[in-house]
């Protein structure tokens, strides 16, 4: 044990130490921020203004378009306006309404309308026509506008969902998906990001001949364990110093925004039907109280970090037996790592679709199976999982990284002492089911 306990020390503060380890530490939560700050700037900056005359009203357009100065575009009824003189009138372009009931409007410009105007042009004419044909009804808009506000906030629904022991808690299926979603898809890119670690990290010692020394001491299989535990020590390391840098660093970021940014934010929200609904459904639902509101976040948390750990000790040691059978080929490790990839590319595929309905055949036995169990149960947790199915799915797991470790230890015990020829997965089960 105390062998295992120095490799898994090595290992730890050789890495930690390591330059790239400290560059992509530090420098990731930089780059993330500077990006989503970037991309809120150039979407602010970079949209779209244009202010267009309107000509050929025949009355009702100008009486039904309200013009809003935070939009994009910004429409005028000026008179003595055309297609010709336009440019000098300061317009960027001119929009022609039909002389006859047809909505076929045309829209000369100099440069083409992007999408984010184009929408709101026709939004705005659709309401002016639909106004127009209420009144020759004899229905006045503002009553229809007022029956549309009272009846949007009409039915508010609420669902109880009867818990095992007796209890009952109120349920919100945006925020569990929001949940489910983003602590698995953090699993599927640390399962890649820190197993390729340990993969490259075997390959290493191989290629440098460091390995035929250090199994001179100790065996392949404690070397293996202490490897991937040591790894996992650097990857829990990195992945809370990059939770605590990315939230320190945006709550000094907003701290430098100005008012008027902000604005521009909020009317960017407003102009994009994603970003608005979301808004929406945050003011609905009560903000920070919704977020954290009646949620188990020590269930959540502590699930967290052991599907993530176990996860990631799952397949670990699987790419640890590929890299130990790999020689400086880069083709030959894509091939082998195929079948260990996969199973991971497929928990992520069958969360993506299964979210709708946690409780679905497909998510049952996908939170059982420990190759997509770290993935899906974190998926499925957030919306409610009997205790037993929780338990079941963390035995398996355990005893799957059991059993991957024990097959990992038969084929790196070979493997870790080949060179010069390649080695297939057939090849590698015959070593790993071989007696002695």
């Known amino acids: ?10 290992e730890y503060i050789t890495r930690v130490r390591n330059k790239t380890f400290l560059l992509s ?12 700050a970037g991309s809120v700037y150039f979407t602010v900056k970079g949209r779209q203004e244009l202010k267009l005359a309107v000509v050929n009203d025949p ?16 429409l005028s009824f000026e008179k003595g306006v055309d297609s010709l003189n336009y440019e000098k009138k300061g317009f960027d372009g001119v929009l022609y309404i039909p002389a006859d009931s047809s909505t076929n409007f045309i829209v000369h410009s100099k440069k083409q309308l992007g999408l984010e105007a184009n929408g709101y042009l026709e939004r705005k004419l659709n309401k002016a026509v639909e106004a127009h044909l209420l ?3 004899g229905i006045q808009k503002s009553v229809l506008d007022s029956i549309s506000k009272v009846s949007e906030k009409a039915v508010k629904l609420t669902n109880i969902v009867n818990e095992e022991n007796g209890k009952s808690k109120t349920a919100n299926a945006g925020k569990a998906y929001a949940i489910g979603f983003g602590s698995g898809i953090l ?19 191989k290629t440098n001949r460091i390995a035929e020394v250090i199994i001179s001491s100790v065996k392949p299989f404690q ?15 990195q992945f809370i110093l990059w939770i605590i840098l990315i939230i320190g660093i945006g709550l000094a970021a907003a701290n430098f925004l100005t ?6 934010v909020q009317n960017v929200s407003a102009q994009n039907p994603g970003m608005a609904q979301n808004a929406a459904l945050a003011q609905q639902s009560g903000a920070l109280d919704a977020i954290l509101g009646d949620t188990n976040w020590p269930l959540i948390i502590g699930c967290f970090l052991f599907y993530f750990l176990g996860g990631y000790l799952f397949y670990s040691a699987l790419f640890a037996a590929v890299g130990s059978v790999i020689n400086e080929d880069p083709q030959e490790a894509q091939s082998l790592m195929l079948p260990i990839t996969m199973p991971i590319i497929f928990s992520f595929i ?31 947790l957030p919306s409610g999982v009997p205790w037993y199915e929780l338990a079941s799915s963390m035995l398996l797991l355990v005893l799957g990284f059991m059993f991957t470790t024990w097959l990992a230890g038969k084929i790196y015990r070979t493997g870790i002492l080949m060179y010069g020829k390649k080695a297939s997965w057939k090849e590698m089960l015959k070593w790993a089911f071989k007696k002695g």
């Open 135 to 137: 009144l020759e009804k």
């Open 350 to 380: 069958i969360l993506s679709s299964g979210l709708q309905d946690t409780n679905s055949p497909m998510m049952f036995w996908a939170s059982m199976i420990p190759f997509s169990s770290p993935i899906i149960m974190m998926g499925r």
């Open 1 to 10: 044990m105390n062998k295992v306990w120095l490799i898994i020390k090595r």
């Open 259 to 264: 008012p008027d940014t902000m604005q521009d």
């Open 59 to 74: 009355g009702f357009y100008q009486q039904n378009i309200k013009t809003d100065s935070s939009k994009s575009v910004r």
């Open 223 to 237: 070397l293996m364990i202490g490897k991937i535990i040591g790894i996992a020590g650097v990857g829990l390391t």
């Open 187 to 205: 699993i599927y890119i640390t399962m890649f990001i820190f197993g390729a670690m340990v993969m490259r990290g075997v390959m290493e010692e």
């Open 25 to 36: 530490t530090f420098l990731l939560p930089v780059v993330m921020v500077v990006f989503i």
